[in-house]
């Protein structure tokens, strides 16, 4: 266990100190080839440099990389909770599933329970407030007097082999390097990750790269997982498409969204518990995916690769990095 703000702190100080200059606020949109090197677009102004390392959680770059076709996202949730009785020490997870993780965790001068799991693919058509259920019923079976203090969600990229992308972007972008898939596993993974990327571009051996290489074929060879990633982008980018949706703009109640029909289009509506109503086109602006409706955040979730969306439209969550187009009246 370590505290990961303090972690963080610490390596933003270092990289202050060796003359970093770190921008917050600044989402690279694109990244091109430079006469020398590269140049990474943000709207504020672009950052020439000899290399990139893509570590956006999901790549923000389609082609060439395409990861888009080997790795998806997946949504898990924690809860906090409080009781009187005496905690237990350490963490634990369990192997079967559905997978479960226990950890203590100071909270002021209290100490907590956090237990973490139910996890699905984003976008997933189930009731995502039953995983907050499920959490509290284990909770509830160690500490019957257990109260929930915290509730929050999470969403983590993951590669068909399960194993992370790690080095070489593209064989066609060189310089450029990228991280991620770490599977749930980012605090330890992501140290991995810096410690292969920095010793590829200081040209030093690394006897982990090979295991970890980006642009390694196995997990296109894992056909069954292929196979289901292709079958619901399939859905999600064409046959529910043509899906007439079955209810109508009048069916929606306030703090409720769905996609209806309006004037022969497909509209996502948004109702605030006010009756105030949002519209948007309910397609990816990632690769054009029919989007689902998230009733637990009133989000806008894509199934194919996990882009997430306010009700407004606005991109929360990539690989998408524009926003949603507004359906006006
Ligand atoms: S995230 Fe790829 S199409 Fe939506």
């Known amino acids: 266990m370590f505290n990961i703000r303090k972690y963080v702190k610490g390596?933003?100080?270092?990289?202050?100190?060796?003359?970093?200059?770190i921008y917050e606020k600044s989402k690279v949109i694109?990244?091109?080839?430079?006469?020398?090197?590269?140049?990474?677009?943000?709207?504020?102004?672009?950052?020439?440099?000899?290399?990139?390392?893509?570590?956006?959680?999901?790549?923000?770059?389609?082609?060439p990389g395409f990861y888009f076709l080997k790795m998806y996202q997946e949504k898990s949730y924690v809860i906090g909770i409080e009781t009187n009785k005496k905690l237990f020490q350490g963490?634990?997870?369990?192997?079967?599933?559905?997978?479960?993780?226990?950890?203590?965790?100071?909270?002021?001068?209290?100490?907590?329970i956090l237990v973490g799991g139910m996890e699905h693919k984003v976008g997933a058509k189930i009731e995502l407030e039953d995983a907050y259920k499920e959490l509290e019923k284990v909770a509830k079976e160690m500490y019957e007097d257990a109260k929930i203090i915290y509730k929050w969600n999470t969403q983590d990229c993951i590669t068909l082999d399960k194993i992370p992308y790690v080095g070489e972007f593209s064989e066609l972008m060189q310089n450029v390097?990228?991280?991620?898939?770490?599977?749930?596993?980012?605090?330890?993974?992501?140290?991995?990750?810096?410690?292969?990327?920095?010793?590829?571009i200081l040209e030093k051996?690394?006897?982990?790269?090979?295991i970890f290489k980006s642009t390694r074929l196995q997990p296109i060879k894992n056909r069954w997982e292929f196979g289901e990633m292709l079958k619901e982008t399939a859905n999600s980018l064409v046959i529910n498409k043509f899906k007439e949706p079955e209810e109508e703009?009048?069916?929606?109640?306030?703090?409720?969204?769905?996609?209806?029909?309006?004037?022969?289009?497909?509209?996502?509506?948004?109702?605030?518990?006010?009756?105030?109503?949002?519209?948007?086109?309910?397609i990816c602006s990632h690769l054009g995916c029919e989007l689902s409706w998230n009733d637990l955040e009133k989000t806008w979730d894509c199934p194919c690769h996990g882009s997430r969306f306010d009700y407004k439209g606005h991109q929360i969550y990539g690989p998408a990095i524009k926003d949603l187009d507004i359906e006006l009246d």
């Open 91 to 112: 963490m634990y997870i369990n192997s079967e599933s559905p997978k479960i993780s226990l950890r203590t965790a100071k909270d002021g001068e209290k100490d907590i």
């Open 205 to 210: 051996e690394n006897k982990y790269a090979e």
């Open 30 to 63: 694109s990244i091109r080839k430079d006469t020398s090197g590269y140049k990474s677009y943000t709207d504020n102004g672009a950052v020439k440099s000899k290399y990139v390392v893509i570590a956006t959680h999901y790549p923000i770059i389609n082609i």
């Open 177 to 200: 390097y990228v991280a991620t898939g770490f599977k749930k596993w980012g605090m330890t993974t992501s140290n991995v990750a810096a410690n292969i990327i920095a010793d590829r």
């Open 249 to 282: 703009l009048e069916d929606i109640e306030c703090g409720q969204g769905k996609i209806v029909k309006i004037k022969n289009e497909k509209v996502g509506v948004y109702k605030d518990e006010e009756g105030k109503i949002y519209k948007i086109k309910p």
């Open 11 to 21: 390596l933003v100080d270092t990289i202050i100190k060796n003359n970093g200059i």
